[in-house]
């Protein structure tokens, strides 16, 4: 018996009707997701009642604009990323890469000329041609300085990542000097650059720096030893209250209670390994959530000494290794001793320097155990518990050790939070803040010291960043505000991120064994990052 089988004609999507079946399931979801996030706004009104305030428009602008980037990579990008790994027929390469056609010389040219003209207009461009429009010629000024920078980077790729490292630590030697000789030049006045650069040494230099801290002394707890340690936040507010209460009540220097509140996280490190020794993955996650959020309500609840939710404010400066103050009531005052004209950038200045050696000497502290035995210990304690015990490595001392270390950095950094800050409340080590340094050590890539500065760098500068987009709210209204919006865009950086490398900006990395040659390892042969 014969069958007869009606053949069917197989119909296949084109990338633009798979863009718009995307796009409308993406609108669709950012909608649900965004609904009660953005569209409606809660506050109260005189009499405490709850108000709720309808945000439609900006709602509307949020699930637009993903159904549309949902669509255009779905519809373009998709197909030319496809594109460029076919070799051309006739003459057997491949096609250009993005980056060669995005970064040519007419276009840096051009770019720097409009950097350029827009920096000697600055301070005329709002009498010229209004407020509104001088926001956007500001934007663009940022624009085309960013895509100078990429473009020196792109043409000078081979010698940056040659010499990466040095050209890192002389870039941050230089960095407040070069902000105020560029704000000195726009504001034709050295004292106004000085000034000027208040902002920039201290959100986009101190900021950024104390997070890199941060987030290597948790590389050596996470990154290194593989123990996930999610309250981490705890040693950077003993190390803050450490230096607040004894500086306040007795008096002590800085230099002295630097070390003194390194040693107590420390100390504290170890008494919450000795806890967690049997305990590995989600277990310890929890365990040391639980200490955070411990330690937190403790500060809190113990107002006889931490002043409850109130704080610890009036917290004196660091001073200049005790030869200089920073005091303008002093009689050593620094402006006083120099003779030179009084200025609150000193202060800050001299903090950024301070937190750059603090962030040298973890690096350095890092680079010196990962060689040593120890640091060896933690890398097979990383790699397998029961592999490592089989070696006859004492897993409890290596896990206290790494504690201790980790926890150690974090109490140096909290200790200079406080002194630069004047001020600490439990409200600054929330569990959030965890969350954060995780999420750059992640992002980073767990083990590798450059890519954690990168993620720190990319993150949290991008975050204040977005402070200085002011001309957002003539776009979406003067109640706008940009910062407000910085975990969301957090979060998607995180995603993208995880999505196009799932091992950290940095994906490999050089063993600190090695046979004849060093070589570096790929991230494909790490396990879940960790190189």
């Not at 986009?204 to 290194?224: D, R, S």
């Not at 020794?277 to 639980?290: E, N, Q, S």
Request: glycine share 10%; net charge positive; proline share 3%.
């Amino acid at each position: 018996m014969a069958v007869t089988v009606s053949p069917e004609r197989d119909t296949v999507a084109t990338p633009v009707q798979r863009a718009l079946k995307e796009a409308f399931y993406a609108g669709a979801i950012s909608f649900g997701l965004f609904v009660l996030f953005i569209g409606l706004k809660t506050g109260q009104n005189m009499s405490n009642e709850l108000v709720v305030t309808t945000r439609w428009g900006l709602l509307a602008a949020v699930v637009i604009a993903t159904a549309v980037g949902r669509f255009l990579y779905v519809a373009y990008g998709q197909p030319f990323m496809a594109s460029q790994k076919i070799t051309d027929v006739a003459t057997g390469l491949l096609p250009a890469s993005v980056a060669s056609r995005f970064f040519q010389l007419p276009w840096f040219i051009a770019a720097v000329v409009a950097a350029v003209l827009l920096f000697a207009l600055n301070s005329s461009l709002a009498g010229w041609v209004g407020a509104e429009p001088a926001g956007y010629l500001q934007f663009l000024r940022a624009v085309a300085v960013i895509y100078v920078l990429a473009c020196v980077i792109y043409y000078f790729r081979a010698f940056i990542h040659a010499n990466f490292t040095k050209l890192g630590i002389t870039a941050l030697l230089l960095y407040p000097i070069l902000v105020i000789a560029v704000l000195s030049l726009n504001a034709w006045s050295i004292v106004g650059g000085m000034q000027g650069s208040l902002k920039w040494v201290d959100n986009f230099g101190i900021q950024i720096l104390i997070y890199v801290m941060l987030a290597w002394g948790l590389n050596i707890v996470v990154g290194l030893a593989g123990l996930l340690d999610l309250g981490y936040v705890a040693f950077y507010a003993l190390g803050a209250y450490a230096y607040a209460l004894l500086a306040t009540h007795f008096g002590l220097s800085f230099w002295i209670l630097l070390p003194a509140a390194g040693a107590m996280a420390a100390l504290w490190g170890v008494l919450l390994g000795f806890p967690v020794l049997r305990l590995r993955g989600d277990y310890l996650a929890i365990v040391t959530l639980a200490f955070g959020e411990i330690i937190r309500l403790v500060l809190i609840n113990w107002r006889e000494v931490t002043n409850g939710s109130a704080g610890i404010s009036g917290i004196p400066k660091v001073s200049f290794f005790g030869l200089m103050s920073f005091n303008v009531s002093d009689p050593n005052y620094i402006a006083k001793v120099l003779g030179i004209a009084q200025s609150g950038a000193y202060y800050k200045i001299f903090l950024y320097y301070l937190i750059l050696g603090l962030c040298l000497l973890t690096a350095f502290v890092t680079i010196r155990l990962r060689r040593l035995p120890v640091g060896r210990a933690w890398e097979a304690l990383r790699e397998d518990e029961i592999a490592c015990r089989s070696l006859g490595i004492n897993t409890t001392t290596t896990k206290l050790t790494a504690f201790a270390t980790g926890a150690m950095f974090g109490g140096f950094a909290g200790s200079f939070f406080a002194a630069r800050q004047g001020f600490v409340s439990p409200e600054s080590f929330v569990f959030l803040e965890s969350a954060i340094i995780l999420a750059i050590v992640v992002l980073g890539g767990m083990g590798s010291l450059v890519g954690i500065a990168v993620a720190a760098m990319v993150m949290i500068g991008g975050t204040e960043a977005l402070r200085e987009l002011d001309f957002l709210k003539q776009i979406f209204g003067p109640d706008f505000t940009p910062e407000l919006y910085r975990m969301l865009l957090f979060g998607m950086a995180m995603v993208i991120v995880m999505l196009w490398k799932p091992r950290g900006f940095v994906g490999s990395r050089e063993p600190t064994a090695f046979l004849k040659e060093r070589r570096a390892v790929s991230g494909s042969f790490t396990k879940e990052g960790h190189g």
